[in-house]
């Protein structure tokens, strides 16, 4: 069975939750470790890094990041007794910036993958995620077996270190079967399949169903590529890591990440 159907969760402990939720992740390299400490923390606040193109994880809103994350992260600062704020970065200086003790954390729909369990500590898992592919009406390619098909050579559109580009290089690119075209932002990978420059995109179905509502002739192929899950990521050994599952387990037996998926994705 093709890697692409595999539920990648590796050695993390599930909190499931009953609204279905989406995600994205990749590789990113690690400066040197500060040993997990900063200097935010002791002053009492938390300071999450995110992308906020990833909606509605994340996402720009009246000149704030908003999002399910943003509040989840907000509801567990406030659990925790201590300030709350955001910094926005290219999705793949995340690791660099919670490694370095630049953030406290980072939080934007993060998969949980080998590659990173090198770099950093995730807590345990918060939301299950679901990576599908994009085409225009009439595409070509119909299913997903067609990006895998005999004499394939589609040009993919992916998130620059998402977990989209990691499963596309390794069972397109590197398998000789397409060539893969990467985009700072999911939303200047749509723009390019929309200028007919790539034959397809490969993201989170929640951002993809946000993408394909704006963008009239965009389909969202029925076959799901992957399945995954979510955590928050955090320096090697941080004190944070503990902290943060516990209250993360209260917030969701409260019902409270409950109400602020409800308040972002409408059940269906």
């Known amino acids: 069975m093709k890697k692409y159907l595999k539920n990648i969760m590796a050695g993390t402990m599930v909190f499931a939750m009953t609204a279905a939720l989406a995600g994205c992740g990749g590789s990113e390299p690690a400066p040197a470790d500060n040993g997990g400490e900063d200097n935010a923390e002791a002053a009492g606040t938390l300071i999450m890094a995110t992308n906020a193109e990833f909606p509605p994880y994340e996402f720009h809103e009246g000149g704030e990041i908003v999002g399910i994350d943003a509040e989840v992260a907000a509801a567990i600062a406030e659990k925790l007794g201590m300030e709350f704020q955001i910094e926005d970065m290219a999705f793949d200086s995340i690791i660099p910036a919670v490694t370095s003790g630049k953030a406290s954390f980072g939080m934007a729909g993060m998969t949980v993958t080998e590659e990173r369990l090198q770099n950093v500590d995730f807590s345990d898992s918060y939301a299950t995620g679901v990576q599908v592919v994009i ?7 119909t299913a997903v077996d067609d990006l895998f098909a005999e004499g394939a050579n589609n ?10 580009d990691i499963y596309a290089t390794g069972d397109i690119e590197d398998e000789g ?3 893969i075209e990467r985009f700072n932002k999911g939303a200047d990978a749509v723009l390019a399949l929309t200028q007919d420059k790539i034959d397809c995109v490969i993201i989170d179905n929640e951002p993809a169903k946000e993408f394909v509502a ?41 019902g409270t990440v409950q109400s602020i998926i409800d308040k972002y994705i409408n059940a269906e």
């Open 135 to 141: 085409v225009k009406e009439g595409s070509a390619i």
């Open 155 to 164: 040009l993919v559109g992916v998130q620059t270190g998402t977990t989209g």
């Open 177 to 179: 079967l397409g060539t």
């Open 214 to 254: 704006a963008n009239e002739g965009l389909v969202i192929l029925d076959t799901a590529y992957a399945e995954e899950d979510y955590a928050i990521c955090f320096a090697k050994d941080s004190e944070l890591t503990e902290q943060v599952n516990g209250a993360l387990k209260e917030l969701i037996a409260d």
